[in-house]
């Protein structure tokens, strides 16, 4: 025992895995347990270092070189993936304006992206952006950042002139991601939004440097497009030992470029993930309680233009809203 720990922490291998594993407890409801493997003062450092990078990613320019097919290909696909030690699965999307951003139905409390896709008539869906959740264990209803659907911004948690991070598309189905001010997002003529980070794909090229970098092992979510103008929509399953522990963000990279990716961007991960095709849930979500109930998800339609996303938030002072009410409706 004393040998691991010498190796564990005074060499530069176990010292590299004592940070994935901090790295990987950061992002989960037990980031506390982290100080007990790289002390309080450096489990902060870190935090403030990761938040920094992911801020400076997405200030990173896009050159928005995707050019769309004039006749679209209506085709939505999924297949499995898999690296050494995740499985998951890749949703590809071949025509962009497909995809809507699509709110809880129900007032005061976030929805199962099951029920979400059963409930619109959806074809495929996956989770959506960031929102407020106390404890981890939150009730899905109040984001964090913007919404965005249909053109409209739906909720917006600062000033017009703030930049927040998102992940969405344009009227011309042309992804867009990183840091922009929602005024800014209106000009530019976005129609689907959520909050979210990093933007780790830009022109090709990936911004996470090395495994390391990563932000832990999870399960993780991202969205990204191709140049002919197709969504890829990556769900990787993460903390279930002898199936799949999950996956870095340098991971999901490599596995992005790969398949193509021009842009790429993080989406909400953990017990959140979830890829829903045909009314079935694809993937193995890791929460041993089930779907999670959410505010948002990417939702793919054949008749995008007759979903109707009305603002869920209207009349609700959401400021003082109380996020750690549990959810009372029973959902598919």
Not at 15 to 38: C, G, N, P, S, V
Not at 313 to 332: L, V
Request: charged share 20%.
């Amino acid at each position: 025992m004393s040998g691991f720990a010498m190796w564990f922490y005074f060499t530069a291998s176990g010292t590299e895995l004592r940070y994935m594993i901090a790295d990987t407890l950061i992002t989960t409801q037990h980031r506390d347990y982290a100080k007990f493997l790289i002390g309080q003062d450096e489990m902060n450092r870190r935090v403030e270092d990761y938040l920094a990078q992911f801020d400076a990613m997405g200030s990173e320019k896009d050159n928005h070189n995707v050019f769309p097919a004039t006749q679209p290909n209506n085709t939505v696909s999924v297949e499995p993936v898999s690296g050494n030690k995740f499985k998951g699965y890749l949703l590809t999307v071949h025509n962009p304006k497909m995809i809507r951003v699509v709110t809880t139905g129900i007032v005061g409390q976030g929805e199962q992206i099951l029920s979400m896709v059963k409930r619109t008539g959806a074809i495929a869906g996956v989770n959506g952006g960031a929102f407020d959740d106390p404890n981890y264990d939150g009730n899905g209803f109040k984001p964090s950042g913007i919404v965005m659907s249909g053109g409209k911004l739906l909720y917006n948690d600062s000033g017009m002139e703030d930049p927040v991070n998102v992940v969405g598309l344009d009227r011309n189905g042309v992804m867009i991601a990183g840091k922009y001010k929602p005024s800014e997002l209106l000009k530019m003529g976005v129609t689907e939004a959520v909050s979210f980070s990093p933007k780790f794909i830009v022109n090709g090229k990936g911004l996470i440097k090395n495994e390391a970098e990563g932000w832990g092992i999870a399960p993780r979510t991202c969205m990204a497009q191709t140049r002919d103008g197709s969504i890829l929509f990556l769900v990787i399953d993460g903390r279930q030992p002898g199936y799949s522990i999950g996956a870095t963000l340098y991971d999901a990279q490599k596995l992005l470029l790969e398949k193509g990716a021009l842009t790429a961007a993080n989406l909400d991960g953990g017990s959140s993930s979830l890829l829903v095709k045909n009314n079935e849930v694809v993937n193995r979500p890791s929460s041993s309680y089930g779907m999670r109930y959410l505010p948002t998800a990417f939702l793919v339609f054949e008749k995008p233009d007759k979903v109707k996303v009305p603002n869920i938030w209207s009349g609700i002072d959401m400021q003082h809203f109380n996020s750690s009410h549990k959810p009372f409706a029973n959902q598919p």
